[in-house]
């Protein structure tokens, strides 16, 4: 079943520029994975350290591989070292 997954990243200070070129580094090679059916990223128009990342997986499975790519496991840590919060990572399925 497909699977939809929203990331959000919320810089400490002084710090947006630098995720921002983190969160690129990791969706431009995400695009070319298999199982992505798409990978988009955003910066919230109010508050300029605020970023999401929406991504589309044909299935958990795909998602799981993602996971544990280089680009993916090096960005992780990362981008924590540079958001003010939790990492926060949502799994989701259309349900209507």
């Known amino acids: 079943m497909e699977m939809f997954i929203f990331a959000r990243f919320h810089a400490r200070e002084g710090n947006e520029e630098a995720l921002e070129q ?40 795909a998602f799981e591989l993602h996971a544990t790519l280089p680009h993916t496991t090096e960005y992780i840590p990362r981008a924590e070292t540079l958001i003010d919060h939790a990492l926060d990572i949502t799994r989701t399925q259309v349900i209507g």
């Open 22 to 61: 983190t969160l690129q580094a990791v969706v431009k090679p995400t695009r070319g994975e298999a199982g992505c059916l798409g990978i988009q990223l955003f910066r919230s128009t109010r508050d300029p350290r605020l970023f999401y990342i929406h991504s589309r997986w044909v299935d958990e499975a």
